[in-house]
């Protein structure tokens, strides 16, 4: 093991993207081994491979006692994708959690006893800490509320949710039950906007919006008339066409923006690919279509996440020119982990090295986490040590560029300290 792989191994990794389902989740409706196993982001592979939904669907339904069954349905598609990012993903889970070195109908009868144990309180919290070494994470669970999570103060930390605004979907009824603010004009949804910051804003780490996958990332600047007229229709029950949908969702758009800026919290973007498949328009995806979002708002700080894959080059293209924008590698590891690790050796000769974040796993459960930590490790020492090995970085440069993307850039675009020490307050109150 050199210098650089060891660093890379033991080095606390903070985690800025997942979908981390909560304890009581986890301990209740927590998933059996071949949900735990595949219940991520390879039955899309395992579909495009050939298996049919109905087949993946039975592999992911833990009432079925039928184990053999189950994984039948699946078995041939499963040796078609094993070796994707996504394939190696579930590799990782099984050797990790479950010591399985081929994954069987047999392998995984065997490992039904240790999933039951893994599924004890405070077992989702030390997966994550120890065997994943992570700092801690980053949760969007699409939703407004960013509440101390009192299995882990300091470890689960919330995003906002802004991705119905985005959308252009307002969500009266609930934003009344947050804020006490009854939407009935444009003024009075700024108000209720600005009753969720000031009840979350101080214990989220970020906002967070994946609109992509309704609308194209495509903003423009929407008057106040303009938005008043079509939020006017859709509190009177009247269906919004595709034009006024993006219309109102822009105008939401830019509040939100404004108000990180007032809070101090970074806004974070799905840009790029898209989960699932057979339904991926990609002239939605392009991250160039948030220039004009960027260029009006400065004082923003954006982040950019799955490095628009496949639109990788123009990512780089956009941090490299405007300064408030971010990149995030969290998913890009497991979408494609070449085309990630060749991202960053571009971008190192691209970019200011302060733009980048190594790694979010963008995954439901604590087990499939630590597997794309795993993957994102590995992926990374490949990427540096090909920087050594081809004399254009030395490895003690290598080691401080893995510590500025695992830790360090972190650590100075989010308020970490002041987010955790708000939690702690709001957990006392």
């Not at 995806?285 to 799955?306: D, E, N, S, T």
């Amino acid at each position: 093991m050199t210098d650089l792989s060891q660093h890379i191994q033991q080095l606390p990794l903070m985690d800025t993207h997942e979908h981390m389902r909560k304890e009581a989740d986890y301990l209740e409706n927590g998933p059996d081994v071949l949900r735990d196993l595949f219940e991520n982001y390879v039955p899309a592979d395992l579909i495009v491979a050939g298996a049919t939904q109905d087949a993946v669907q039975k592999l992911l339904d833990s009432n079925d006692p039928d184990i053999e069954a189950r994984w039948a349905g699946i078995s041939t598609a499963w040796q078609h994708c094993q070796h994707t990012g996504y394939g190696e993903a579930v590799r990782l889970i099984a050797k990790q959690a479950y010591g399985i070195d081929e994954i069987t109908s047999a392998a995984v009868i065997a490992a039904a006893e240790r999933n039951h144990q893994l599924r004890q309180p405070g077992e989702r919290l030390r997966i994550l800490k120890e065997e994943g070494n992570l700092d801690h994470i980053q949760v969007d669970d699409f939703s407004w509320a960013c509440l101390p999570d009192q299995s882990g103060l300091d470890f689960f930390l919330y995003d906002l949710s802004w991705w119905h605004f985005c959308n252009g979907e307002i969500q009266a009824e609930d934003l009344h039950k947050e804020t006490g603010v009854n939407v009935i004009d444009l003024k009075s949804l700024r108000q209720g906007m600005e009753g969720l910051f000031d009840k979350y804003g101080a214990c989220a780490i970020s906002v967070k919006a994946q609109h992509a996958y309704n609308r194209s990332l495509l903003w423009q600047e929407r008057s106040d008339a303009d938005a008043e007229r079509v939020l006017h229709k859709h509190l009177t029950g009247d269906e919004l066409n595709e034009a006024e949908r993006v219309c109102l969702g822009d105008w939401c758009w830019a509040r939100g923006v404004e108000l990180s800026i007032q809070h101090n919290l970074p806004f974070k973007i799905h840009t790029g690919y898209y989960a699932g498949y057979g339904g991926m328009p990609v002239e939605r995806i392009k991250p160039g279509h948030l220039c004009g979002l960027l260029k009006q708002y400065p004082q923003a700080r954006f982040v950019l996440m799955h490095i628009a894959y496949p639109y990788n080059d123009e990512l780089t293209a956009i941090a490299k020119h405007y300064p408030n924008v971010y990149i995030d590698l969290c998913w890009a590891w497991s979408i494609n982990p070449y085309a990630a690790s060749d991202f960053v050796r571009r971008l190192i000769h691209s970019v200011p090295i302060n733009k980048l974040l190594a790694f979010g796993g963008d995954t439901g459960w604590p087990n499939a986490s630590v597997a794309y930590a795993t993957q994102a490790r590995s992926w990374l020492t490949r990427a540096l040590q090909g920087e050594i090995d081809d004399g254009d970085l030395t490895e003690a440069q290598a080691i401080a560029v893995a510590t500025r993307l695992m830790r360090g850039n972190q650590q100075d675009l989010f308020d970490l300290e002041g987010t955790r020490a708000a939690i702690h307050a709001a957990s006392q109150a």
